[in-house]
């Protein structure tokens, strides 16, 4: 059974810092690309960020990029999101995803998801 679990995620005033984690289970971590989203109230489900199988190479979106940094330690079957910056429209539910072998920028590319973790950025 696939389980991707998300950590880190709670209340920081705007301006600071967070970083989540995503531990996976139940799969070959290491064939995965993984991927970072979020949701927010009333929202679609945007893309966040995403690393190759071996965290070779990452790509992100323009909202986020230069303020979050997505890494994976294959050995912990762990995938983070460092986040920096933190705004008031970065609050959400955030996901990680897995990805058979490529990452993808849409949902639908992947194939197990955690079950999330909030995170809420005061003004």
């Known amino acids: 059974q696939v389980q991707l679990i998300e950590s880190g995620g709670g209340l920081v005033q705007a301006g600071g810092s967070l970083r989540l984690s995503c531990a996976a289970s139940g799969l070959t971590f290491s064939s995965y690309a993984m991927g970072w989203f979020r949701q927010a109230p009333g929202k679609e489900r945007e893309f966040l960020a995403a690393?190759?199988?071996?965290?070779?190479?990452?790509r992100y979106a323009d909202s986020v990029s230069g303020r979050f940094t997505i890494s994976r330690d294959n050995a912990k079957n762990t995938v983070y999101l460092q986040m920096n910056s933190l705004k008031p429209e970065d609050t959400a539910v955030y996901y990680c995803?897995?990805?058979?072998?490529?990452?993808?920028?849409?949902?639908?590319?992947?194939?197990?998801w955690g079950q999330g973790t909030q995170v809420t950025v005061s003004s």
């Open positions: 995803a897995a990805a058979l072998r490529t990452m993808g920028t849409v949902s639908s590319w992947y194939d197990y």
């Open positions: 690393i190759t199988t071996s965290g070779g190479g990452a």
